[in-house]
Structures are given as C-alpha cells and as structure tokens.
C-alpha cells in the first residue's frame, strides 16, 4: 500500500478516441427497447396490526374500469371497521378475483390491474387459470339450513298490502338508530352526492343492511327506487333460522381470537362500591350542553389514571412493561355483529364538553364501521358500562395488549347507613375491574379505586 501511495502521479494525456459512429462505413444500428405492459395483482390489504384476512363488502370499480393512482377499488371489512383500498397504480381492473362477500388473507392477490387496455384479456387468462385464496362462497351449492329463508321472505312479500306495509316499517337499519344514522359505503355516499340520490330511509344489499354503490345506481337509473325498497324488504325480515350453523363474520372472529388470547394473561378482579348522587346531579345540570354520562365517567377514569399511572400500563411480551405516555379510554359498544372500543385519546386533558362532542362523532362513525384503526386500537384503559341495561355488576375480559378493564353497573338508589349511625338513601353504582396481575397488584388497584371514587363523589374537577 505504501508503495502505492508514492507512486509518482503521471500528467493524464487526452488521445483522440474513435467511436463505432466515427468509422468509415461503420454504421449504428438504433437500439430499439421494447417496452412490455405490466400486469399487477391487488392485494388484500392489511387494514389493522390484529387483521387476518378481509371481507369483500363492495367493488367500487367494475371489469374493465379506468383506473387512476389514489382512486378508490374497493371496499374491505377488516376486524373492526369497512375501509377504502386505494390502487397505487394507473391502468385498468382487469379482472376481480374475489367477488362480494367473499374472504381473502391479507396479502393474497383479490384482483388483477393491467397498464394497458390490451391486457386485460391476457390478465382475465391469468386470473382464470390461478384463482385467489379467497373464501367466496361456491356460485352453487346443494339446499342447507340456511338457503330456506329466502324462500320464506319471498312468501311474506307476496302477501297483502298490509303485511308489506308491516314490513316496510321495520325496514331500517339497526345501526340507523330510527334513521338518523346512513349506513353506507364512502363510495355510496359519494355517488349519491354526485346523483342527488336521497340515503335517508334506503337499506341497501350490503353486509347488515349496508348501503353500497349499486343500490345508489339503480335509485338513479329511474325506477330504482322500487327495487331498492324491494331489497330493503327482503333484507331487514328480521328471525334466525334455528338449526343453521352460521359462520363467524370478520368481527366475531377477531373477537374470538382476542378472547382466547386473554386467557394467556393472569388476571385478578376488584370490586368496589361508588356513591353516584353528585355525579348524577351534574349530570342533570350540564346534559343539555350535550354532556353524555359516558363522557362523564370516562373523564373520571383518566383523572384517577393520571394519579396512577402503572394501573394504566401494559404488558405486551410478558419480560417487560410500559408505563403509558397518553391515557386513552377506551369504551366498548356494541354494534351489529360484534364488539368494537372506540377510543377518547388523551381523556384526562380534554375538556368534558369536548370529549363528549368527540365520543359522540365516536359512536356514529363505529356504527357506521367508519373507524380508522387509531381510532379505536389506541386504548391504554378500557370501559365496559351495562349499566343501561340494569345490569348491576359483571366482569369484563382484559382485552389484549392492556393492563386493566372496569366493568360499570348501573346506579341504583340503596339503603346505607351514614357514618353517624343513621339510615339514609343513597345511588350507587358497582364497578369491578379486571387487571394484568403479572404489572398491576392489588394494593395498586385498591388505591386507584379509592381516587375514582372520590372523584365520582366530588366531581367539580370533571368540568375543568
């Protein structure tokens, strides 16, 4: 190397260089490139870090559609919510490899994206010769339990006026609440928009109910409506087949994948009682301002937290835990088919009217199976309130990932005795909470409860 390095440099000297052009009769043939389509597959994308496999709600694009970078393709139900895929490439839908309805696992090819029209016939070839992964089921299949339904709707709406009238009423979504709420697709919604197409009182052939881009069309097209209304008719005949085996929808099996994980985390329970009759005069003072009780509790729960912290900590890999930097509530609800916690992020800063505004937007867009997924796979704390429903006490399962869950009851007025030896009456409300006893012990829950329950008592902080 050394000697290397004291090699004498030598001046560079520039020789005349001939190139192939530059010699006589030497010419150069153009290089001709050729420049070949491509044929690209869509995937099922992975909508959430727990998400499996995903469910065709709808196509927003046909066969044979132009499509643009960043247009929407489909519509995906993933474990928690409905989303919409985006292609990341220019070119044409070639060919739909899972249909609506049908199931695919993440990562497996649902349909094919040719760049240029001439493709799309070789890509129908590919795709008719290899298929998907998908779970669609069979275009036809022998009589079961299940196909004997239909059959029976088709009687009722053959019967008299009456009985149509009778079913008509019930037509409409339970996730509408009364027809406030539209379910529908984002692609739906937006079509309508731009058809003037009225969604209020129209149940679509989607999943549940769902509107989708089709039931929107055939409104539009001029004497669609009284096919929409058929369709409405045909989906909301409320009854279960008995008998029938029903398979698990994309919820259900992420919830019974999370259940059954939580049986691999040691848990204990404590429960406590909790005088409500300041909270509930609150309440009553400031429900008008659009104050929900959930709010109400929630902001309570983060305010005991932030006292707490290791009661809002986790333990994900059983070797380690985190002590939480943000206290976000999560709150469960129920929705059609499953179980979903939307989630009030940094509950213990925001404002209680705020927050409220907040778990109301909350709620719609969970029943709508409009959540992003940080909207609801964020929690650090858990709520489940069956209160409304009479419920007194119950324990809650600790969902994955979280440290504790707080099961509330429902506020009752009961019969005490006061620290003077009197009797008196009082509401009442139980809560149990169920904690990763491999980061959190009893000492540890016994004194958050203490807090919340002061807080509960004495809630004048719950309006700062």
């Avoid at 247009?71 to 990341?88: G, H, L």
């Avoid at 698990?248 to 992420?254: D, H, I, V």
């Avoid at 009759?277 to 009780?293: F, R």
């Avoid at 600790?398 to 509330?408: C, D, K, N, R």
Wanted: aromatic residues 4%; neutral net charge.
């Amino acid at each position: 190397m050394s000697r290397l390095l004291q090699t004498p440099f030598l001046p560079s000297v520039s020789l005349p260089t001939k190139t192939r052009s530059s010699v006589t009769g030497f010419r150069v043939k153009p290089r001709i490139i050729p420049i070949q389509a491509k044929i690209r597959e869509i995937f099922m994308p992975a909508l959430s870090s727990t998400m499996t496999e995903g469910k065709i709600v709808s196509w927003v694009k046909s066969e044979g559609d132009k499509l643009n970078k960043g247009e929407s393709v489909v519509v995906v139900e993933s474990d928690k919510a409905d989303m919409d895929v985006e292609t990341f490439y220019d070119g044409y839908l070639a060919a739909i490899m899972v249909e609506e309805g049908g199931v695919a696992p993440v990562g497996s090819a649902i349909a094919l994206l040719a760049e240029t029209e001439d493709e799309i016939a070789d890509a129908k070839a590919k795709a008719s010769g290899g298929g998907g992964d998908s779970k669609a089921p069979p275009p036809a299949s022998p009589p079961t339990a299940t196909v004997v339904a239909p059959v029976a709707v088709e009687k009722k709406i053959a019967a008299p006026p009456v009985a149509i009238k009778a079913v008509a009423a019930s037509a409409v979504h339970p996730a509408s609440e009364g027809g406030k709420r539209i379910v529908a697709s984002p692609y739906a919604k937006k079509l309508a928009k731009e058809l003037n197409v009225e969604l209020a009182g129209l149940v679509g052939s989607g999943p549940m109910g769902r509107i989708v881009a089709k039931d929107v069309e055939a409104v539009a097209a001029g004497g669609g409506v009284q096919a929409a209304v058929a369709v409405k008719e045909v989906v909301a005949v409320p009854g279960v087949e008995l008998g029938s085996v029903v398979p698990f929808t994309t919820m259900q099996g992420a919830v019974s994948r999370n259940m059954v994980e939580s049986l691999a985390v040691p848990t204990f329970r404590v429960g406590y009682t909790i005088s409500t009759d300041a909270l509930d005069a609150l309440y009553k003072k400031i429900k008008s301002k659009g104050v929900t009780m959930t709010a109400l509790l929630a902001k309570a729960t983060a305010l005991a937290l932030a006292k707490h912290p290791v009661v809002n900590s986790s333990c994900r890999d059983g070797n380690s835990f985190v002590y939480n930097s943000s206290i976000n509530v999560a709150v469960a609800v129920a929705i059609d088919g499953g179980l979903i916690t939307p989630v009030l992020q940094n509950a213990d800063k925001v404002d209680i009217y705020s927050l409220s505004r907040k778990w109301k937007e909350l709620v719609d867009k969970a029943r709508a199976k409009q959540l992003q997924p940080q909207e609801y796979n964020t929690g650090t704390f858990t709520l489940s309130n069956l209160g409304m429903f009479g419920v007194d006490r119950f324990d809650a399962i600790l969902p994955p990932g979280t440290g504790a869950i707080m099961a509330v009851g429902a506020s009752q007025p009961s019969v005490v005795a006061t620290k003077d030896g009197r009797i008196g009456m009082k509401n009442q409300m139980q809560v149990n909470v169920t904690a990763d006893h491999r980061v959190i012990y009893g000492a540890d829950l016994a004194q958050f409860l203490q807090t919340l329950a002061s807080i509960i008592e004495d809630p004048k902080d719950l309006t700062f």
